[in-house]
């Protein structure tokens, strides 16, 4: 049997134009999490503490 890793995005969120299209493609989704799932992503990719993007996002996502 074949074992294969979950896929984190998170590893190919390495340049400015990927993540532009990773939350841009998020942002066009119908589901309300899939742009924070995105944020998330983002964050770790780049070793942001994910709670600082809830402090940041949450405020402009919900007013």
Avoid: Q
């Avoid at 979950?6 to 998020?26: C, G, I, R, S």
Wanted: charged share 25%.
């Amino acid at each position: 049997m074949t074992k294969c890793r979950e896929f984190d995005a998170a590893n190919y969120l390495k340049d400015a134009e990927t993540v532009h299209h990773y939350l841009a493609d998020a942002a066009a989704e119908d589901e309300a999490d899939a742009l924070l799932e995105a944020w998330e992503d983002v964050a770790r990719a780049h070793g942001t503490p994910v709670s600082l993007c809830y402090v940041i996002l949450l405020p402009a996502v919900c007013y």
